[in-house]
């Protein structure tokens, strides 16, 4: 090859090799695409890693070294190669095929070395060829070898030959197939097909390197570290997609069908014969827990003011009233809170209706601890406020307390709006007023007997703010309240608001997230760790108890069912909710407690793909 660059390199016509580096041209890309494959052999060193002496030394060496050799020889064999021979003439002369496939490198070693330079050219051919197919068969035996090893393919495959002290049935396999697709396929086909795959498998090479640095992998301790980590493999995942978008419609559809292939094999067969996950599904679920855990850590150490809406209408229980009210205040034990209590009362429709719901000035109601004498212990004395604007917006004078609203931990004001329709007017009212947590009654009905939503639905999927659902059973003191992750990490607001309450009732918070049955150790440790960061979190008695069970439900439900306060995130609104299911209410109709139910504005733009991501991951 050396001597064949060397007698050609300036025999070639320039014409024929303008534009040869153009990197950014669509020419370019389609090149690198289509001789990819050749590329194939760097990464089929790491499969004999086993069979390498001191391969933390010499896999390294090997594929870089490889690389580098191969393609200075690639690029300027081929440079030559297209200088030298006329592709048009050779063409019209029989010498090649219509499309310009055929013997090119005969022709250029001809040209440039004579009769003798074609029996060496040809001599080195076959002995490339051999030398390849003898490497491919080697490492694409070892993949069947090591997937038996760990459970991934039938044990048959993991056995030794005693006489060869080789996987015999794997290489055996191996070359049958290589057999099959050279007798039966177009081997042209062939090599677009392995390119357009070959790009796909170093895409996933670079994302498990990432996997690998970030996940919590037992005995990973690489002896060569790539540099310039992530970039490179950064680069490495873009630059495939690029490349893989030039392949062509039919080798791309067979390198998908090939990995739909795989998926299925894995989903029917693998995934049921092997005890431990991905190192990069653990990477993903350490920085999502641990993006949680800075975002809890985070609202509890905010010092910014958190306005609560307490939204009663007529049909709002008076135990419910209570108890929104007072899990409103609680939060004053942990943020600056300002609560407006509004009863939102419905009047008949007029034609000449103003456009903003009217705000009337009445007596407090009977169920409102206005008297200090006659309020629970855990009302804030002293503290109760008229509203500090109209409807209109106008600033009313402040009210005349001991210490400055600002300074205040916790400040309630009561206000009552007549209105055609109280639900938009909620909505409407919490848009207005900047609230921050918007406080409803659970109506069990809705989600049970509705198919198309019904009132709290629609709040839930338009309100300008985090969102309160209270469930009410009869709720005064509390020893336990049990959190629950519905899916996902947990929402910090959801600790927040139990802190408070535990706080206040002196109560222990029981963390409660459920996982698989027979989980990977390195899945409920990664589950632990991540409960261990939110108990250092909370500001009360906190513990973990984290369930193994098939049925989420009905093992969550064993372990809530102690306690005196479930809280727990809202289920999906809309479509998705009714085909999916919703465990959240499930839940809470399986416990004898009073319930809450919390959904962020954050949470619910979340998309389905995410959620069901969250569910892949944390379940």
Known sequence: MAWFVVSGVGGGAPERTAGSFDVGSGGFLAATALVFISYAGVIKIAAVAEEVKDPGKTIPRAMIGSLAITTVLYVLVVYVAIGIVDVTGAIEAGQLESDGEGPIMALAAEATLGTIGVTAVVIAALLALASTANAGLLSASR?????????????????????????????????AVIVVMITFLPIDQ????????????????????????????????????????????????????????????????????????????????????????????????????????????????????????????????????RDMLRMATDLGRVRTTAVSVVEFVDVPHRVFAERHPEIVDRDLP?????????APSWFPTDELDPPARTSGGVDLPPSETDAPLEQLPTRIEYREIDSEDHRRAIVDFATYENCDLLVLERNVAE????????????ILENA????MLVDDDEF??????????????????KLLLADAIAEETGAEINLLQAIPADPPDRQRRTMEEYH??????????????????????????????????????????????RLLGRPGNQLIDSVDCTAVMVQTHEGRQDGLLKRLVMDYLFR
């Open 143 to 175: 993949f069947p070898f090591a997937m038996a090893r760990d459970g991934l393919a039938p044990p048959q495959f993991e056995r030794i030959s005693a006489r060869f002290n080789t996987p015999a049935l794997a290489v055996s396999l191996s070359g």
């Open 190 to 321: 062939v090599a677009k097909f392995g390119s357009a795959f070959q790009i796909i498998v170093f895409i996933l090479v670079n994302l498990t390197v990432i996997g690998f640095r970030e996940g919590a992998v037992d005995d990973y301790d690489p002896a060569f570290v790539c540099p310039w980590y992530p970039w490179i493999q950064l680069f490495g995942m873009g630059s495939g997609l690029v490349v893989l978008t030039q392949v062509g419609l039919v080798p791309l559809a067979g390198a998908i069908f090939i990995t739909v292939v795989s998926i299925v094999y894995y989903l029917v067969y693998a995934r049921h014969n092997v005890d431990r996950e991905g190192a990069a599904r653990d990477a993903v679920r350490r920085n999502i827990g641990a993006s949680a855990v800075e975002r809890t850590r985070a609202l509890f150490e905010s010092d910014a003011e958190y306005d609560a809406l307490v939204a009663i209408t007529e049909e709002t229980s008076t135990d419910a009233k």
């Open 366 to 374: 009977e169920w409102f601890p206005s008297d200090p004498e006659d």
């Open 447 to 458: 989600f049970h007997s509705r198919l198309f939503g019904g009132e709290t639905e629609w």
């Open 464 to 467: 300008p703010c985090d969102v």
């Open 476 to 493: 005064d003191e509390a020893d336990e309240i049990a959190v629950v992750a519905n899916r996902g990490p947990y929402d910090p607001l």
């Open 532 to 577: 261990d960061e939110l108990i250092s979190i909370c500001t009360v008695p906190t513990r973990s108890t984290i369930v193994e069970a098939d049925d989420a439900v009905a093992g969550l439900a064993r372990f809530a069912r102690p306690a005196d306060l479930l809280v727990i995130g809202a289920d999906r609104t809309g479509i998705s909710g």
